[in-house]
Nanobody, 118 residues
């Protein structure tokens, strides 16, 4: 059973930075993609950032230039560095692992709250 455990969420002021991390129970390279999604109250879950096992990255337009996703293959972790945070970044952030062999299979963490407020 795949387990994804997020950590590092919290309260930060606008303009500040925060780094959240996801630890996987198996090799992160066993998934085609690792990524971060977020869901704000009353909104649908949306993709924030994604990294492929070939190191290609993809970002939502709203976070380009401010957020950076990285993967540590030795530690089986995926981090999201968030800079220049805005109140609209407030959401629950979910770690995602995706396999695309034959069919798409998604695995999710329990989520970590990120609140941007003064």
């Amino acid at each position: 059973q795949v387990q994804l455990v997020e950590s590092g969420g919290g309260l930060v002021q606008p303009g500040g930075s925060l780094r959240i991390s996801c630890a996987a129970s198996q090799s992160v390279l066993s998934f085609n993609y690792m990524g971060w999604y977020r869901q704000a109250p009353g909104k649908e879950r949306e993709l924030v950032a994604q990294i492929s096992n070939g190191d290609s990255t993809n970002y939502a337009d709203s976070v380009k230039g401010r957020f950076s996703i990285s993967r540590d293959n030795a530690k089986n972790t995926v981090d999201l560095q968030m800079n220049s945070l805005k109140p609209e970044d407030t959401a629950v952030y979910y770690c995602n692992a995706m396999s695309t062999w034959r069919t798409r299979t998604d695995y999710w963490g329990q989520g970590t709250q990120v609140t941007v407020s003064s």
